[in-house]
């Protein structure tokens, strides 16, 4: 079974400034995706950033980078020019790929962030 | 991408009764999951919704309290049975998958459950 271990209940950072979420996980798969989502207050869970194992380049969305290390199984998130509307819930998870497709999410247990001014 | 509408958006349920949350997709998918969230807490799987045949569940849930129904590829249901307090919890569908979606999951905003 598949585990995500997010080892940050809570952070907080200035706003403008950048800040970096831990994420570990242990598999035996080869094949799967990371992804962070971020839940803020309103409770809606959104997509932040999405890694294919497969590939080695990094993922980046704007603010939002990955330092994706296969071999240490670790996966962390990177926002910089850290935005009030930043602060939210940030979950890790972890989804096994399949031939028939994709399969469920496996969430850490997040890491509260809060932007402060 | 999809937009999940799940109904209702909360609700407040005296103990022993049976609850159902309809979860609407606006397009068809592939996986449909629901997930359970205690505040302030992760997301824990309950089961996956398999259309046309019975639910996967996870360990720890079983058929006789969640029964879960997806008739089509755009529409699942999810029914709280005989509740009681500890059924007190945010309950989400999820929709999407497929690696033509990027494996990529979409939410709803979730149904807030309170038993009294």
């Known amino acids: 079974a598949q585990t995500v271990t997010q080892s940050q209940p809570e952070m907080s950072v200035q706003e403008a400034e950048t800040v970096t979420l831990s994420c570990t996980y242990d598999t035996s798969e080869n094949n799967y995706y990371l992804f962070w989502y971020k839940q803020p207050p309103s409770r809606q869970m959104i997509l932040v950033i999405r890694?294919?194992?497969?590939?080695?380049q990094n993922a980046t969305e704007n603010r939002f980078s990955v330092n994706f290390q296969k071999a240490a199984k670790s996966f962390s998130l990177k926002i910089s020019d850290s935005q009030l509307g930043d602060t939210a819930m940030y979950f890790c998870a972890f989804m096994k790929l399949t031939q028939g497709g994709s399969e469920k999410l496996v969430f850490g247990k997040g890491t509260k962030l809060t932007v402060n001014p | 991408s999809a937009v999940i509408s799940q109904k209702p958006s909360r609700d407040i349920c005296q103990r022993g009764t049976s609850l159902t949350i309809q979860c609407q997709v606006d397009s068809q998918v592939t996986m449909m999951f629901w997930y359970r969230q205690q505040p302030g807490q992760s997301l824990t799987l309950i089961a996956t919704a398999n259309q046309g045949s019975e639910a996967t569940y996870e360990s720890g849930f079983v058929i006789d309290k969640f029964p879960i129904s997806r008739p089509n590829l755009t529409f699942s249901t999810l029914t709280v049975s005989n509740m009681s307090p500890e059924d007190s919890s945010i309950y989400l569908c999820?929709?999407?998958?497929?690696?033509?979606?990027?494996?990529?999951?979409?939410f709803g905003e979730g149904s807030r459950l309170t038993v009294l």
């Open positions: 890694q294919e194992a497969y590939k080695q």
């Open positions: 999820s929709a999407g998958g497929g690696t033509g979606r990027g494996g990529e999951l979409f």
